[in-house]
């Protein structure tokens, strides 16, 4: 009688350490698919940013390029030190 109790309190046991184990692969598994959620989002801000600054870089150059133009004469300066 005794081994059957042992038996059936470390049975309980484990099955209270396998539930516990698997509330937290869940909970680790939730945290991991919000973390790629939010990773997924930064990643196509991130990809609208770059290509925003690329078009603004691009005008930019166009816009020096266009401003030399029209002075030939123009040497660039150095800056002051």
Do not use: I
């Amino acid at each position: 009688l005794c081994g059957s109790l042992e038996a059936a309190a470390t049975d309980s046991a484990l099955a209270a350490v396998r539930e516990r184990m698997a509330q937290r692969y869940r909970n680790e598994a939730a945290y991991l698919t919000r973390r790629r959620n939010e990773l997924e989002w930064l990643k196509k801000d991130l990809a609208e940013e770059h290509e925003r600054l690329e078009n603004r870089y691009d005008e930019v150059k166009a816009f020096v390029a266009k401003q030399t133009a029209l002075t030939p004469d123009h040497e660039p300066q150095s800056p002051e030190p």
